[in-house]
């Protein structure tokens, strides 16, 4: 393990000559998106193409009684009006369970609702046009008759006995339910000094892309093949769902991924609207164009993180922490989204709470319901932000009730570096960690004892600044064990192809995407390191089912462990087929000879022997010159998947500093502080970027974003005026340093970055607020998002 | 008299273009699906998230907020037509430097109006740079390396004038 400078590059075992492994190397497909040459499935258009607008429920749960359409089939443009029963002939529908998640239930979800809308927003009818405003206007022409049932909104009475079921043949409303005892939380919490317990409760948010979901889907009868340009995550999870459902196989299937315009998790499931265009594309035997707008985004995107949380943590007076125990309900909506349920999110907050902590004194419940409103389901961090909020929120206030530093308390119960393997509290297997390493830095980084100098100094002007700190571990390089073992078609695996083309350039093709994460660079780097020439001289494929390797895909921080390692070995292993037949031209033996730079050379002295380019055109165009019996193999296909450990745990700790005016409720963000182990940091500066847009959408839920429901389950702030995200002159610089610990279960030693932001962050943010407040003897605030009224309420100023 | 549709003239990226325009029509939606010029966005299509920024008349406007049928007689420039200048291609550079952007959606928009800002003269702070591009939503990058960019390009065109 080694400290490293911020955005400096690291040293490893993967150096050879001329790495590229721990370059900030720019990524190849910046110069088409300033140019506005970019190709975003928004953007596309193909010969014969129609639009798709669909009727949304207005109720959050209502029986559609009659579908009235003759009106709007007059309308100008208009080619088709869809209903689900008529869809219905077309995709069959699904059921979100995984078998891995015990017990867990749902309803089977039809790609238009039939007979029953369950949430508002939930499409009725879709109406096929000649252009998206002629099929708006005669969606305006559908009459739709409902009858209005009671919504079921409010997780807290969802169980109920008095509640209505929304789905009677599941018999309750109940979607999942997990209980974990680890240790003896009893013991342990009769032997604290002090116990503090408090009720945790999370803004339902969302993920709010820039570019909203959108799909062009083109079923083309002639070659029984349907293509499907799609802004999602995971193109051969969506080709087995697209081609299961509509009763094809998968090779019938081609989905394309090309630009997308931000995803976050928000575009890696399958959403009944999509499973409709590709259904009407069946039927109408044409392209089909559908683009969420921003209110359809609002309302059908997958929300998240509606939780609240009664948590209790017990402490002895030294500090040392001797229990904890948590309580989560959460409200899904009336479905388990599709394939990936939503019960992980409830599941991950078990097994993270408490999890960069030494005591193992655990007690757990998580129950998740059912609920009229929009569907929740993964969004970056899943879990990761509630988990880390409530573990590190009890270790603040119990801090402060035994009068101890916040960075102390932790310095004497995060996991010592040297203890593992080990494990958290919910049994959740970790390799190697490096809290203690990350909080010396982060100590260092921020200078916290001047902070609190300074914060002790203004506070005697009337001036209150908070420091808040969140320890965090996260997910990563996810095994089977995520999805696979649950009976999800979810690949854990992904693989590269490395080809050598006719002018010695290579050309990757890789299973894992770009989101403008920077995987494309990544794969690039990778690559070119490991077989041996300049990054110039590489071209990476993604988003193409047809011509990529079979892969999971991005989510889960998994594109740069898990499709970087496989690019790795891709390399190396065409690097050996390369200098075979390098050998064979130059009568050397293999293992004297290297490639560097682009050229064969002699391994020794680095003198070079024969340029690729000429390899290329002797193996492709005068293969009779090579001695009778080789054949040159141009081409080598790796696959990776961790087997070592179900997981890539990383870990980190974050700080916010920040200003509370006790006047207004405002919170000025001044800096923020990451310092995270991603194990070996292939390109520092994606790193260092995913990390700062990773706290920023972590700031966001913690400040600012909130899907308002009324209690009939409308949606009350479907905008973007309405429904705010950070923005430019309210964020904090932000300052990351890493520790580098990799994984020994890839020769690459990457770990994820891609979710660590977001993990901790709110937590940070909110015990920095407390911390703001404490002087003031303000009620400890821990209901996101912190506006101004929350926080003049626990100042008790209104 | 049909005052649905409208012919309209206007230039855009120093081409010129007669079209006739239903009166609805926004300009971002003329641009991008009569123009196929797609290099312009549309996020939240009700003036908040500056996606679809494009030039006319030479200031940055929203494309959502205004209709096609307001720009005739009009000069409408778009990233396409800009990119295709030397005008912004240190901004632009600068941005791929630094990795001022990710998924690329808003980075169209957000050139256009730093450019705007830059194009006024003078090195603004770091707040004010923040504060400008307030409209301009970016959902991936967190905005630091987007501010930092545009603080080099502003120092370094200030340094070459100097």
């Known amino acids: 393990m080694k400290i490293s400078e911020d955005s400096a590059p690291i040293l490893s075992a993967l150096d050879r000559p001329n790495s590229y492994i721990g370059r900030s190397v720019p990524r190849p497909n910046l110069g088409r998106l300033t140019q506005g040459r970019a190709q975003y499935v928004s953007d596309l258009s193909l010969p014969r193409m129609a639009h798709v607008a669909f009727v949304r429920s207005p109720h959050a749960h209502a029986r559609i009684t009659r579908i009235e359409r003759d009106a709007a089939r007059r309308s100008p443009g208009v080619i088709a009006i869809v209903t689900g029963a008529e869809l219905a002939n077309v995709i069959t529908p699904w059921v979100g369970v995984l078998t891995h998640l015990?017990?867990?239930?749902?309803?089977?979800?039809?790609?238009?609702?039939?007979?029953?809308?369950?949430?508002?927003?939930?499409?009725?009818?879709?109406?096929?046009?000649?252009?998206?405003?002629?099929?708006?206007?005669?969606?305006?022409?559908?009459?739709?008759?409902?009858?209005?049932?009671?919504?079921?909104?409010?997780?807290?009475?969802?169980?109920?006995?008095?509640?209505?079921?929304?789905?009677?043949?599941?018999?309750?409303?109940?979607?999942?339910?997990?209980?974990?005892?680890?240790?003896?939380?009893?013991?342990?919490?009769?032997?604290?000094?002090?116990?503090?317990?408090?009720?945790?409760?999370?803004?339902?948010?969302?993920?709010?892309?820039?570019?909203?979901?959108?799909?062009?889907?083109?079923?083309?009868?002639?070659?029984?093949?349907?293509?499907?340009?799609?802004?999602?995550?995971?193109?051969?999870?969506?080709?087995?769902?697209?081609?299961?459902?509509?009763?094809?196989?998968?090779?019938?299937?081609?989905v394309i991924t090309k630009d997308v315009g931000g995803s976050f998790g928000i575009k890696v499931h399958a959403y009944a609207d999509e499973m409709g265009i590709v259904a009407l594309s069946k039927l109408l035997e044409r392209p089909i164009k559908f683009v969420a707008d921003r209110i359809e985004s609002f309302v059908t995107d997958i929300h998240a993180r509606d939780h609240r949380i009664t948590a209790r943590i017990g402490v002895k007076n030294d500090g040392t922490i001797t229990a904890w125990e948590i309580d989560d309900l959460t409200g899904i909506g009336p479905y388990s989204v599709y394939p990936r349920t939503s019960g992980i999110e409830a599941n991950q907050i078990v097994n993270l709470t408490g999890g960069p902590y030494s005591c193992a004194n655990y007690r757990a419940r998580a129950r998740v319901v059912f609920q009229n409103k929009n569907v929740m389901c993964q969004y970056r961090a899943v879990g990761h932000p509630i988990a880390t909020a409530v573990t590190e929120g009890l270790v603040e206030l119990a801090a402060a009730k035994i009068d101890m530093d916040p960075l102390e308390i932790r310095r004497r119960n995060l996991i010592p570096d040297d203890a593992h393997p080990s494990s958290g509290p919910s049994g959740i297997k970790f390799e190697a960690l490096s809290h203690h390493a990350c909080l010396a830095h982060i100590d260092a980084m921020m200078d916290y004892a001047g902070l609190r100098a300074q914060q002790r100094h203004l506070r005697a002007q009337g001036v209150y600044r908070g420091i808040g700190l969140a320890a965090f571990v996260e997910v990563t390089n996810p095994s089977a064990a995520f999805y696979g073992i649950g009976g999800a078609k979810i690949s854990a695996q992904d693989g590269v192809t490395v080809r050598l083309d006719a002018q010695g350039a290579i050309i990757c093709h890789t299973g894992v995407t770009e989101q403008g994460q920077g995987a494309e660079a990544v794969i690039a780097q990778v690559a070119a390191s490991s077989f041996g020439v300049p990054i110039e001289r590489v071209r990476v494929i993604t988003g193409d089912t047809d011509n990529t390797p079979y892969g999971g895909g991005t989510w889960a921080s998994r594109a740069a462990g898990i499709g970087g390692e496989a690019a790795w070995q891709a390399g190396k292993a065409l690097r050996a087929n390369v200098l075979a037949c390098a050998a064979s031209i130059l009568q050397a033996k293999p293992e004297h000879l290297d490639i560097r730079g682009g050229a064969i050379v002699d391994a020794d002295s680095g003198t070079e022997r024969l340029p690729l380019h000429e390899l290329a055109r002797i193996a492709y165009f005068r293969p009779d010159t090579l001695p009778p019996g080789f054949q040159a193999e141009l081409v080598a296909t790796r696959h990776y998947v961790p087997r070592q450990w179900p997981f890539a745990f990383t870990n980190g700790i974050q700080a916010s500093h920040l200003e509370v005016d006790v006047d207004s409720g405002f919170v000025t963000l001044l800096k923020h502080w990451c310092v995270e182990d991603c194990g070996t940091v292939i390109n520092p500066q994606l790193v260092d970027e995913q990390i700062r847009g990773g706290v920023v959408q972590g700031i966001g839920g913690a400040l600012f974003e909130h899907c308002l429901y009324d209690e009939r389950g409308q949606l009350l702030n479907g905008n973007m005026a309405d429904y705010l995200v950070p923005m430019a002159a309210e964020m904090p610089d932000i300052e990351v340093g890493h520790v580098v610990t990799p994984t020994a279960d890839s020769e690459l030693g990457a770990k994820g970055a891609g979710e660590a932001g977001t993990a901790g962050a709110p937590a940070a943010v909110m015990n920095a607020i407390n911390d703001a407040l404490r002087p003031l003897g303000a009620k400890p605030l821990t209901e996101m998002p912190f506006t101004p009224g929350r926080i003049l309420e626990a100042l008790g100023k209104v | 008299m049909n005052e649905r549709f409208h012919e309209i003239a206007l230039e855009v990226n120093g081409e010129k273009v007669s079209e006739r325009v239903d009166a609805r029509t926004t300009l971002v939606d003329f641009l991008r699906e009569r123009l196929a010029l797609t290099g312009s966005h549309v996020g939240c299509e009700h003036g908040v998230c500056g996606a679809c920024s494009v030039r006319v008349n030479g200031a940055v406007v929203r494309g959502c907020l205004m209709l096609a049928v307001q720009c005739d007689g009009m000069q409408v420039a778009t990233i396409e037509g800009v990119a295709r200048t030397d005008e912004i291609a240190d901004l632009q550079q600068a941005f791929i430097e630094r990795n001022a952007l990710q998924c690329g959606y808003c980075t169209p928009g957000m050139l256009l109006t730093a450019q705007e800002l830059l194009s006024s003269g003078g090195v603004p702070s770091r707040e004010a740079i923040r504060a400008y591009l307030s409209g301009n939503y970016c959902r991936c990058t967190g905005y630091q390396a987007i501010i930092d960019a545009v603080e080099a390009v502003a120092h370094a065109r200030a340094g070459a004038q100097r």
């Not at chain 1, 039809?110 to 109406?127: N, S």
């Not at chain 1, 789905?167 to 997990?178: I, K, Q």
Request: negative net charge; contains cysteine.
């Open chain 1, 102 to 254: 015990k017990g867990i239930k749902s309803a089977p979800q039809h790609a238009i609702a039939v007979e029953r809308a369950c949430w508002q927003g939930e499409a009725v009818c879709a109406v096929v046009a000649r252009t998206r405003a002629e099929a708006e206007d005669a969606c305006e022409l559908v009459e739709v008759e409902y009858q209005e049932l009671p919504a079921v909104t409010d997780p807290e009475t969802a169980l109920d006995a008095g509640t209505p079921i929304i789905h009677a043949e599941l018999g309750d409303n109940l979607t999942f339910e997990r209980v974990h005892v680890a240790g003896k939380p009893d013991e342990g919490f009769a032997e604290a000094d002090a116990i503090v317990e408090t009720t945790f409760v999370f803004g339902r948010h969302t993920g709010v892309t820039n570019e909203p979901r959108a799909i062009v889907a083109d079923w083309n009868p002639g070659d029984a093949r349907l293509t499907v340009y799609h802004g999602t995550q995971a193109p051969h999870m969506m080709q087995n769902l697209f081609a299961k459902h509509l009763g094809l196989e998968e090779h019938q299937v081609r």
